[in-house]
């Protein structure tokens, strides 16, 4: 008898994959900076989309390294693929990169998988972490190069320590393994940035929205999207009334 490999466990198996791919790359090709990103994004992105074809034919699948098929917005069911979330700080040699599959399900990001291969891991909606304690003081997540005005005014508000990281996908699991309470971005992603991240932050029990509080839909036929929040829930409201106030100035 077949046995049909489930959503999440697929979805950790090729996302976990995929880092393998990426890690054997950095390690022997020889290449380094925007070479070695642009052949890691090629790889991982010819990795995954073979083994979604072959393993869910009748699902879309939207990447970031592919040209898009809009059919797919006809689709209930759409895999939302970044092969390698981090480009440069992949191509650095550091940790904080990322590799992103999710399955959104009528626009709701279902199953998701973020592989940190760098530290050997992979977080999934399917075995969510028992939530650490938050930090004293705060700590909130800000990009590396370049930390939004909001973030930084939040920080400021809670009287939070800042955290620059890499990656979006190395940021929202920073939150879910208990190394940051707040993740806010205002300076604009695309879908296959956050579906995996927001999936399996959501099932660890984080909130996770738009700045607006409104919910993150996925599988649009613009897959653009501006904004997001993860952090924990407790502070979300707080977080929310800081931002708003921020966009009205």
Known sequence: MTIIESDVKLAERLATEAGEILLGLQAGSGLTGKDLGKAGDEQANTFLMRALKAARPDDAVLSEEEKDDINRCSVRRAWIVDPLDGTREYGEGRTDWAVHVALSIDGVATVG????????????????????????????????????????????????????????????????????????????????????????????????????????????ADPYLPDLLICRAELAERVLALVAALLET
């Open 113 to 220: 998988a973020v592989a940190l291969p760098g530290l050997g891991l992979t977080l999934t909606s399917g075995a969510p972490q028992p939530l650490k304690p938050a930090g004293t003081p705060l700590r909130m997540l800000v990009s590396r190069t370049r930390p939004a005005r909001e973030a930084l005014a939040v920080a400021e508000a809670f009287g939070a320590d800042l955290v620059p990281m890499g990656s979006a996908g190395a940021k929202a699991m920073a939150v879910v393994r208990g190394e940051a309470d707040i993740y806010l971005h205002t300076g604009g992603q695309y879908e296959w940035d956050n579906c995996a991240p927001i999936a399996v932050a959501q099932a660890a029990g984080l909130h996770v929205s738009r700045v607006d509080g409104s919910p993150l839909v996925y599988n649009c």
